[in-house]
């Protein structure tokens, strides 16, 4: 059968080709686990996208900040806000995950369940969207960041590109844009605004909060103070499930 020398080398060269990605992703994850990042995908995306549509006054405003110069404040409100249980589970919070099956099997609105490290993956190596790739190469990227990075790292690259305004990424630009102030002069109270204008950069703004921004910022203060503030990331305990104020 002279098809099966030929299927056994497609085959072959197949797995040499997926053998190949995936030592390559892990080496790209690796490095980046001591090379800051100039850039994401999701920040590449934003710039084709205003180059398409002829955005010829969109400046995309980022630059890295490390963990020793941001205030303290900072990645307790991300956690309090997005993740509470970000320093105990492995990349995936599986009860909100069913949670948030549920409230769709009940006609609810639909809950998000995305950890912070399945976000740091998505924004550093994907794109936007929905789809069962993306999310299959969102879990995938996910485990590599986990069992290469510590968590202080995945929070720190978090940081600094998530897209917190438009066309503003990470919280060494949205200090300086909303604040005027340096990333280390943070205090709680504008943590917590950034955080809260996470479900939507777009529309929402730090320094001109809605009524929506202005409660949630509330909220994710009295969580911050609940947890135990920035120590929390260093305990050694769960908290218990109160909602985690996940999105997506």
Do not use: C
């Amino acid at each position: 059968m002279p098809q099966l020398p030929l299927l056994r080398r497609l085959l072959r060269y197949a797995g040499i080709l997926v053998l190949s990605w995936v030592a390559l992703s892990w080496l790209v994850v690796f490095v980046l686990r001591f090379v800051p990042p100039w850039t994401s995908a999701v920040m590449m995306e934003r710039r084709l996208s205003a180059m398409v549509h002829g955005e010829k006054d969109f400046h995309l405003q980022h630059h890295w900040v490390p963990w020793s110069r941001i205030s303290p404040w900072v990645p307790i409100a991300m956690v309090a806000g997005e993740d509470q249980k970000f320093p105990f589970h492995h990349g995936f919070d599986f009860n909100s995950i069913q949670n948030a099956i549920d409230a769709a099997d009940d006609g609810r609105r639909l809950r998000g369940a995305s950890t912070i490290s399945q976000q740091t993956a998505k924004n550093l190596f994907l794109w936007n969207g929905r789809s069962f790739v993306r999310k299959g190469l969102e879990a995938y990227f996910t485990v590599l960041l986990e069992i290469t990075w510590p968590k202080q790292r995945i929070l720190e690259v978090y940081m600094n590109i998530a897209q917190l305004g438009d066309g503003i990424y990470g919280v060494g630009a949205a200090s300086d844009t909303f604040f005027h102030t340096s990333p280390a002069q943070l205090g709680p109270a504008q943590a917590a605004r950034l955080a809260a204008v996470l479900p939507s950069p777009d529309r929402f703004r730090a320094d001109r909060p809605s009524g929506y921004v202005m409660e949630r910022s509330r909220w994710i203060e009295q969580q911050m103070e609940q947890l135990g503030g920035p120590a929390y990331l260093q305990s050694k305990q769960p908290p218990r499930d109160t909602g985690n104020g996940r999105r997506r």
